[in-house]
């Protein structure tokens, strides 16, 4: 199957400090991409959901001035928290969209292996 | 508003132990049924695609399979190495275009030697 790679797989960070997440699609173009959030024994929460080349969508109740999302080309996306805090620390896990609407069509959506973000 | 539910939350099986993983769901329009398997401290490895009621698809020890009303996760003859979090989500036609998977909270499966 199709490979979704993020980096860092793990950051450590002091309080105030902004903290960049980077999620590609290795193999195949990816026109939408996700963020989530996971807590422990929880399952996925979608944050935003971005298309290459245009603003992110926000779900409710995520501030996108903390979480700045830039899908600046097919087969990438990237993650920024912005003056992270505490209570930011959680484990944030990217998803590219691959998907053809002609013929028979198909429609899958790939998952990174995640970050574990831990703000001092 | 979309919906999808799995039970049980846990299942214990002895390895070797047929079961089945169920998945209800009630949608706007079903675009693609998706299953999961989620690992402790990873991302979600995709399994299936399904697309429409009847549909079934295979994978080693694992065959789901699709009604207009839910999903079935079959597991024949599990190992300790099927172990997992599984999840089902499904994509709509929604209002507004929405892309979004909805997932449900998954069934933690423990497949002991």
Not at chain 1, 65 to 70: A, V
Not at chain 2, 21 to 41: A, E, H, I, K, M
Not at chain 2, 52 to 59: D, N, V
Not at chain 2, 80 to 88: G, V
């Amino acid at each position: 199957g199709a490979v979704v790679s993020q980096h860092p797989s793990r950051v450590i960070c002091k309080s105030g400090t902004s903290v960049k997440i980077e999620c590609r699609s290795l193999d195949f173009q990816a026109t939408t991409m996700f963020w989530y959030r996971q807590f422990p024994k929880q399952s996925l929460m979608l944050m935003a959901t971005s298309n290459e080349g245009s603003k992110a969508t926000y779900e409710q109740g995520v501030e996108k001035d903390k979480f700045l999302i830039n899908h600046a080309s097919l087969t990438l996306s990237t993650l920024t928290v912005t003056s992270a805090h505490p209570e930011d620390s959680s484990f944030y896990i990217c998803s590219a969209r691959d998907y053809w609407t002609g013929g028979r069509g198909f429609d899958t959506q790939y998952f990174g292996p995640g970050t574990r973000l831990t703000v001092l | 508003e979309d919906q999808v539910t799995q039970s049980p939350e846990a299942l214990r099986l002895q390895e070797g132990e047929s079961s089945s993983l169920n998945c209800s769901y009630t949608v706007s329009g079903l675009r693609g049924l998706f299953w999961y398997r989620q690992d402790p401290g990873k991302g979600p490895e995709f399994l299936f695609t399904l697309y429409s009621a009847g549909e079934e698809k295979e994978k080693e020890r694992l065959k789901a399979t699709l009604t207009k009303k839910e999903s079935f996760l079959h597991i024949t003859a599990p190992k300790p190495e099927d172990s997992a979090t599984y999840l089902c989500a499904v994509r709509g036609t929604t209002q507004g275009g929405s892309e979004k998977l909805v997932f449900g909270k998954g069934t933690k499966l423990t497949v002991n030697p």
